[in-house]
């Protein structure tokens, strides 16, 4: 897992429409959620009602959100941009969703699943990393966004994020043939 404290890695992608967003896009935000998403896992499905809610919530408070999908689309093409952009509207994302051709992104992030969540503080220094909640397709416990809410709530207020982090659980990125991380 990325360090806690390390710096938020840049990026320079597009969204399905072609528009692109940086890191410095969101540089006047207190906080900052990385997401690394897809269209078909369904533990992104389970959530994914529950993460546009968080979104709509912790907007107004200042927080930045962009999702970020670096699954292979050539061998997954539910994931393709067309379908990421239909995805979009469906779920009622509010927020970039961009695609990480070159999966270069998601490798600096050492994202390893979807979802996969950081959240970092207003000079981009990572205080939070892994699961939205404990509530996973079928186990029977609602889907609240318990632990992303309680690490921005404390991001928000200026007090220091719980150390006590779970990491994300979900389906593997999906890497193209050769490009799989030396992190696992």
């Not at 998601?106 to 909640?133: E, I, M, N, S």
């Not at 632990?147 to 150390?163: I, K, N, Q, Y």
Request: include cysteine; hydrophobic fraction near 40%; proline fraction near 8%.
């Amino acid at each position: 897992m990325l360090p806690l404290g390390t710096a938020a890695p840049d990026f320079q992608l597009p969204d399905a429409g072609g528009k692109h967003f940086s890191l410095a896009s969101f540089r006047d935000k207190p906080a900052l959620v990385v997401a690394f998403i897809c269209n078909h896992c369904p533990y992104v499905k389970h959530l994914r009602a529950g993460f546009a809610q968080i979104v709509r919530d912790y907007a107004p408070c200042g927080a930045a959100f962009v999702a970020i999908n670096a699954n292979d689309a050539k061998h997954y093409p539910d994931d393709s941009p067309a379908k990421m952009a239909e995805e979009a509207k469906s779920a009622g994302y509010t927020f970039p969703y961009l695609v990480d051709e070159t999966q270069a992104v998601a490798k600096a992030y050492h994202a390893a699943c979807t979802p996969d969540f950081f959240l970092f503080d207003r000079g981009r220094r990572l205080v939070y990393r892994g699961q939205f909640d404990a509530s996973r397709p079928g186990n029977g416990i609602p889907v609240t966004g318990k632990d992303l809410r309680a690490a921005l709530d404390a991001e928000l207020a200026g007090v220091p994020t719980s150390m006590l982090q779970s990491p994300s659980m979900g389906c593997n990125i999906k890497w193209k043939h050769g490009q799989e991380p030396d992190y696992f």
